[in-house]
T-cell receptor, first 113, second 112 residues
């Protein structure tokens, strides 16, 4: 079945450091890929998405590229801020309609001032 | 822009009680999904509805039931609550055929 594996946390970085959170997936067909972010005490927010191979999703300085050949969707940001501290979930959904989202286990990111 | 609305935001119940969680999707969204997120865990899919019909079912206990109404809002009914039901319950909505789901703020349920 479909699954998502992402980098174990917690990840602690200094402000302005470069961020990479690895994510790989297993899926039949061609899923859509997502990164969701959950700030402390809040709900899930869609951060970015990509719907086909070689698509790059980007938002708020974060980027991720849909790599079919390596089945990966790594999240990157060139210079993190304290306000980026949150839990990040990599996720996929089957292209068929009304399809559930399958989440990775989440990576907790803490940024030191 | 309007978002997914969930009520209540917090709920405290005793074991063996019942609870009803409500979800109001983004206007014009006709598909609703329910997820359960235990402490420190990733969200797990429970059930979804499209045009008032159940479209998919995940790891939803038999003690739980859900439905979608003609105005597309949905309710998750939980009976014989157990301590292990304490979790954050998310509702998400999407347009039919759309792969992007937008999540509500969640209902935090605590069972004592």
């Amino acid at each position: 079945g479909n699954s998502v594996t992402q980098m174990e946390g917690p990840v602690t970085l200094s402000e302005e450091a470069f961020l990479t959170i690895n994510c790989t997936y297993t899926a039949t067909g061609y899923p859509s890929l997502f990164w969701y972010v959950q700030y402390p005490g809040e709900g899930l927010q869609l951060l970015l998405k990509a719907t086909k191979a070689d698509d790059k999703g980007s938002n708020k300085g974060f980027e991720a590229t849909y790599r079919k050949e390596t089945t990966s969707f790594h999240l990157e940001k060139g210079s993190v801020q304290v306000s980026d501290s949150a839990v990040y979930f990599c996720a996929l959904s089957d292209r068929s309609s009304a399809s559930k989202i399958i989440f990775g286990s989440g990576t907790r990111l803490s940024i030191r001032p | 822009a309007a978002g997914v609305i969930q009520s209540p935001r917090h709920l405290i119940k005793e074991k063996r009680e019942t609870a009803t969680l409500k979800c109001y999707p983004i206007p014009r969204h006709d598909t609703v999904y329910w997820y359960q997120q235990g402490p420190g865990q990733d969200p797990q899919f429970l059930i979804s509805f499209y045009e008032k019909m159940q479209s998919d079912k995940g790891s939803i206990p038999d003690r739980f039931s859900a439905q979608q109404f003609s105005d597309y809002h949905s309710e998750l009914n939980m009976s014989s609550l157990e301590l292990g039901d304490s979790a954050l319950y998310f509702c998400a909505s999407s347009l039919a055929g759309g792969e992007t789901q937008y999540f509500g703020p969640g209902t935090r349920l605590l069972v004592l």
